[in-house]
């Protein structure tokens, strides 16, 4: 396959990713001009990079409100599992 095949190839792939992601995360991404870079630097952002990580992202996606619970409370909790996630 020839270089333009390649970076056409490229920018479809690069389209695809960014129409893919909320615009809150296209912003880190803009700087990047291949879809290798803008993958890279999602998994940069993202990936789980441990085991505590992986047990907060775990409670933080599992997290429901329970009927005896207040609001309050599980503000609070999801507040503190966010800040948990955030300092990692």
Known sequence: MDNKKWEE?????S?????????????NVLGT??????WE???GLYQT???SNRFL???FHSLH????TKVFGHLSTLNDIAFELETI
């Open 9 to 13: 190839l490229d920018r479809r792939d």
């Open 49 to 51: 990079k441990g085991i």
């Open 65 to 68: 409100i329970d009927k005896n």
């Open 57 to 59: 992202n775990e409670q």
């Open 33 to 38: 001009l291949s879809s290798k870079k803008h």
């Open 15 to 27: 389209s695809a990713i960014c129409m893919s992601l909320a615009k809150y995360i296209i912003a």
């Open 41 to 43: 630097k999602l998994v």
